[in-house]
């Protein structure tokens, strides 16, 4: 099913279980729009996503694209070296994870703001955590988007950076998720309802040339 055909669905979602997000080719024009469920008021998060893909190691990749008219709120990448960063209003840190396959990873990122402590987890592993951006808060108002990285509030498209390949099971919940339960999450078994964005529940847009299937 082409995606483009999609509705903006803002009063009622979609189930998208047992589907995916496919992002065929290379664009600068392609992407998926999403409305949360909650305003991006975050002092901590939880997200997590299947992303399968098999773009080169030694090409920046957008996994996830949250931008506010003045700032990149928080992103997440594959960098040019292979490793994987979290960028929070500037500035990011780098984690060395398995790369990203034809088969498919489980990704996790938890953050919260009392600490700064983040992480990611990768099919239920945990890595290392880091310090990121002790106190800070993200702010509301502002758009995310899967395919691309906007570096205006939604243009400024680099074909370079986008995501090729295919994007499942998003969720998103605005407090940082026990292990147990991350664990459920990359299992797919009983896990609570993700509250900003749940795949079996999600408003979305298509633009260009992206596919649910």
Known sequence: MLCLLSLWLSASAVDLYGKAFIFPKETDTSY???????????????????????????????????????????????????????????????????????????????????????????NGKRSLRQVLRPGHRIQPEGTVILGQDPDSFLGSFEKAQSFVGEISNLYMWDHVLSPSVIERVYLDYSFPKGNIFDWQSLSYKCTGDVMVE
């Open 32 to 122: 998926v729009l999403l409305s949360p469920d909650l305003p991006l008021s975050l002092q901590a998060f939880t997200l997590c996503m299947k992303v399968a893909s098999v773009l080169p190691t030694n090409r920046e990749i957008i996994l996830f694209a949250y931008r506010t008219k003045d700032y990149d709120e928080l992103n997440m990448w594959q960098e040019f070296n292979g490793t994987f960063s979290l960028y929070l209003s500037g500035p990011g840190v780098s984690f060395t994870l398995p790369a990203l396959n034809t088969f498919g990873n489980h990704m996790c990122v938890t953050w919260e703001s009392q600490s700064g402590l983040i992480a990611f987890w990768v």
